[in-house]
DNA sequence: GCCAACGTTGGC
DNA sequence: GCCAACGTTGGC
């Protein structure tokens, strides 16, 4: 990879800022995983904890596709900007949440995420990326002049990650919240697999899980007439 | 542009 | 460690 240069387009406020991926950042170590397990039920709690985190193996990451100014700079970042960059690739950098974080240093290389419209006119499910770089140091954080930039932080103990993603394709159809949000009910009130669906359950969550039953069900619908 | 929901911060 | 105040998210 060439020496990084952010391409300086962008996606979601606390969500995600994309710049050209690369790979001459330092792999994030996961240095303090091991917790020591003075309580039996603590180390159960552990292993669920894992078993529970391991059986995601698909997201959802949200984006803005609209221009909007933040701190001088213009966050938009839809999915037409990720496929204009070289590789069709940027990193998902941006992200300042904890849960959202997390859910991003369990991604794994090759799984697929929706690439998800926010704070626009029309919100929804756009198209597929997958993950081509598992988590490492998202080296805004350190930069001043950058939107997120987080003075809390420190160069010998980075708070936030990112990750690489790439294109895959669209979508055959742009699948609105609103059509998701009426699955949603629908399988609430009488079962069916968008019942727990982090969009809904976890409304505000910039990087969410989605369970394979979930994942197959939504990209199902790209097949489907809108409801 | 409003504002409900909810995550974060900081005083105590 | 509680919780009120504050800030952010993101649909509408």
């Not at 060439?2 to 979601?12: F, Y």
């Not at 790979?23 to 917790?35: H, M, P």
């Not at 039920?41 to 596709?65: C, Q, R, T």
């Not at 669906?197 to 969410?208: E, G, N, P, Y």
């Amino acid at each position: 990879m060439p020496p990084k240069k952010r391409t300086r387009s962008k996606s979601t406020r606390h969500d995600a800022q994309l710049c050209e991926g690369s790979d001459d950042v330092a792999q994030l170590k996961t240095g303090k995983r091991n917790r020591s397990a003075a309580v039996t039920s603590d180390v159960e709690k552990n292993k669920n904890d894992d078993a529970i985190k391991s059986s995601y193996s698909h997201w959802l990451m949200k984006s803005e596709p609209e221009s909007r100014i933040e701190n001088g700079v213009d966050v938009k970042f839809g999915i037409e900007d990720l496929k204009a960059l070289p590789s069709q690739t940027g990193c998902w950098d941006g992200v300042r949440n904890y849960q959202a974080r997390n859910f991003m240093r369990d991604m794994k290389v090759g799984q697929q995420a929706f690439f998800y419209h926010s704070n626009c006119k029309e919100p929804g499910i756009a198209g597929l990326m997958k993950i081509v770089k598992e988590a490492y140091v998202d080296h805004t954080q350190f930069d001043k002049k950058d939107v997120h930039y987080d003075p809390s932080s420190k160069a010998d103990n980075p708070k936030w990650s990112m990750v690489d993603v790439q294109f895959e394709r669209m979508t055959k159809r742009f699948i609105p919240l609103t059509e998701l949000k009426k699955y949603h009910l629908q399988h609430k009130a009488k079962g069916g697999p968008l019942k727990d669906m982090a969009l809904f359950t976890r409304a505000r969550l910039s990087v969410q899980p989605l369970t394979s039953e979930e994942f197959d069900f939504v990209l199902s619908l790209e097949n489907e007439d809108p409801i």
